[in-house]
């Protein structure tokens, strides 16, 4: 099959991970007989001091172009002081927006030779792998009015959403579990909000269409707990925006480093765009420190959601637990022993073994 894909490697370590997704992509388009073609874009800090603007207007015509998206990081404490406008942040919003990536996908999965590196018991996260379907582009974030009132003595958020707004996350996260352990958990809080009230009906029409998944409904306090002590439980997790948020965030203490951690946020054709969930990593920008794994596990996710290249993600996949079953860590990840590689090392450890496996 031929893909092309844009790179958007942004700031910091973006530009090194960015890269050694690339490499890998490279290597198994090789062995799989495909054709991916690449086109580096700005964004970000690196696209204001090039362009005057986090989003330059080529950007984004080139990712709506593209058939798929892929993201290093963005920002730096040379931006920081910079107006609102003018902020690395603000590229990566507003190019979500334009590609309206309502979508966002966080596979958080208990590598076992990680399982010491999580501040959690070994047997608490042994076994664990769900992935968390998070509503990206409504909710409390997006509802208005979101205003101070009355000289400053109270405040109001709007927690809003369309019923079709519902509908097409939740389907998604049927989707998702459909090709895996066919069990969805949709987490509201339904005692008390009218919007988890109508999140509830729609999940309950919804789950019709897919009889092979099972479905069960869990208040989000509940789930923050469980998903801590008994993770193993848990599929698909599906939920509104600011509950994925949060628990999404939660849920990367079972991985060990933030350095493994992948991300897609797609729209409603499966286009999607793909990012570590790391930041830029200043402290360690240009020292070929990055751990690649995250920008790595993201590209498996595109071959994966996008691409509908299931053998090739899991490839990718079983090459970075083979690496990482064979010792090779980068400085992040807390492991004794083994041998320590930089970013281009580990990199080519998952292509060799990526070959190898075929
Ligand atoms: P960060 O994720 O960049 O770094 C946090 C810590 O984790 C640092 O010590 C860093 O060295 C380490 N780290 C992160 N990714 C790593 C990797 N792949 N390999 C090895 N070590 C890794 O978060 P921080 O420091 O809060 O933010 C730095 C900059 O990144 C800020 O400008 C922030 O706004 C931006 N940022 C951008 C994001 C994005 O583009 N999606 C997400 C989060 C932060
Ligand atoms: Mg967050």
Known sequence: MKKHIVLL??????????SAAQEVLEALAEEFDHTFTFESKDIGGSAVDKHGTPLPQET???CRKADAVLLGAVGGPKWDA????LRPEKGLLSIRKELNLFANLRP???FSTLLHASPLKQEVIENSDLLIV???TGGLYFGTPSERRNNGTSVVDTLAYERSEMERIVRRAFEAAALRKKHVTSVDKANVLESSRMWREVVEEVKDEYPDVTVEHMLVDAAAMKLITNPAQFDVIVTENMFGDILSDEASVLTGSLGMLPSASMNETGFG??????????DIAGQAKANPLAAILSAALMLRHTFHMEQEAQRVESAVQEALEQGYHTGDLNVPGGQQVNTQQMTEAVISLLKADS
Do not use: F, M, W
Not at 9 to 18: A, F, K, L, N, R
């Open 9 to 18: 490697p942004g700031d910091g370590i973006g530009s090194e991970v960015t």
């Open 108 to 110: 958080v999965q208990g």
């Open 60 to 62: 984004t015509d080139a």
């Open 134 to 136: 998070r509503e990206l």
């Open 82 to 85: 910079n107006p609102p406008h």
């Open 273 to 282: 765009l793909y990012e570590p969930v790391h930041g830029s990593a200043p």
